[in-house]
């Protein structure tokens, strides 16, 4: 709460700001950023702006707008010594601010939460139907992409793989291709579906899995994995390590 009240404060002063030198930045032929203390001080006007810049877009895509005029007018006035409002109604006015922000953000969550469970229902009852793909009796869906030869993982196990993972759209949340090194990790520690799906794949295999979101993160909102999402895997299991193979791994 108070860290969102500083934030807020330093929004109206940095506004503040920007409106009384906009005269002294006309005059200016350049920026000079010559030196480290310039291209210092230049570098925190900059990332303070873009802070700025994302925060009051955020707070007017879910219907707040904020009056910059008076924004610039409450810093000028206390500047001057001169407020309208003393300091506890400021922090009274700011926190219901924020309570408002985080209302209409939950709000939001809320229903784009419900359109992504309605889209993976959808999803998942068309792509059932698909030549090739299998559903178990929890709800996964996979199909075979390459069948391998070797032993099957146990849900106590410590597996090996490659994967990319995406959302319904195709966006890409994650992966170990793009970072070029596979990823290792027990097999009951990790979302439903994952333990489920591994334990059906042999050492060699590479597997594409259709996660309903109660078998995924659920109705929890990762920011990349919007809530309620249903998940697609492309998974290659390398290996089964041994302890000894896991623990050095660690």
Not at 66 to 76: C, K, V
Not at 104 to 129: T, W
Request: hydrophobic share 35%.
């Amino acid at each position: 709460m108070k860290k969102t009240i500083k934030l807020s404060l330093i929004a109206a002063s940095v506004l503040a700001l920007t409106a009384c030198n906009q005269e002294a930045k006309k005059e200016q032929a350049e920026v000079k950023l010559d030196t480290v203390a310039q291209q210092q001080a230049y570098g925190i006007g900059a990332s303070v702006g873009n802070f700025l810049n994302k925060d009051l877009a955020d707070k007017k895509e879910i219907g707040i707008e904020l009056d910059q005029a008076l924004l610039i007018r409450g810093f000028e006035d206390a500047l001057a010594g001169n407020a309208k409002i003393d300091e506890e109604k400021i922090r009274e006015v700011l926190t219901e601010l924020d309570t408002s922000v985080r209302t209409k953000q939950e709000a939001q969550a809320k229903v784009e939460s419900e359109k992504s469970k309605e889209a993976g229902v959808k999803y998942l009852a068309d792509n059932a139907k698909k030549e090739g793909v299998t559903v178990t009796e929890s709800g996964l869906q996979y199909e075979v992409i390459t069948q391998g030869d070797g032993e099957k993982p146990a849900a106590t196990d410590v597996v090996k793989v490659h994967y990319k993972g995406t959302l319904l759209d195709g966006t890409e949340f994650d992966s170990s291709y793009s970072r070029n090194e596979p990823t290792t990790f027990p097999l009951n520690r990790v979302i439903t579906g994952w333990t489920e799906g591994l334990q059906l794949m042999p050492v060699g295999s590479k597997y594409k899995f259709t996660i309903p979101s109660e078998l995924a993160y659920g109705d929890r909102d990762l920011g990349k994995i919007p809530a309620n999402s249903t998940l697609v895997f492309e998974v290659e299991l390398l290996e089964i390590q041994s302890d000894a193979d896991a623990a050095a791994a660690e």
